[in-house]
Nanobody, 116 residues
Framework: QVQLVESGGGLVQAGGSLRLSCKISGTIFISLYDMGWYRQVPGKQRELVATISSGGIADYADFVRDRFSISRDNAKNTVHLQMNSLKREDTAVYFC?????????WGQGTQVTVSS
């Protein structure tokens, strides 16, 4: 059974930083998966924040470009999202996703709250 567990969320002041982690466990070759971070606020659709391909190519939504950085450590089955210069509008539940050609897995999410 594959599990994705996010951590690192919390309360931070605007302008501050947080580092989210996604630990993947189970029978999965994480190196074969594209990984992504998404976020969702109540009443809105889940939106893509950042992705990193199995080959290590990163891409970002425009609203986080130059502020957030996604990375992966396949040896540790972990994906990180470094979030800098946080804004109130970054407040959301952040989810980790692993995607292959045939399967997709989601984590349960971690809450990020940015106060003014």
């Amino acid at each position: 059974q594959v599990q994705l567990v996010e951590s690192g969320g919390g309360l931070v002041q605007a302008g501050g930083s947080l580092r989210l982690s996604c630990k993947i466990s189970g029978t999965i070759f994480i190196s074969l998966y594209d990984m992504g971070w998404y976020r969702q606020v109540p009443g809105k659709q889940r939106e893509l924040v950042a992705t990193i391909s199995s080959g290590g190519i990163a891409d970002y939504a425009d609203f986080v470009r130059d502020r957030f950085s996604i990375s992966r450590d396949n040896a540790k089955n972990t994906v990180h999202l470094q979030m800098n210069s946080l804004k109130r509008e970054d407040t959301a539940v952040y989810f980790c996703k692993a995607v292959s050609r045939f399967q997709a897995y989601w984590g349960q999410g971690t809450q990020v709250t940015v106060s003014s």
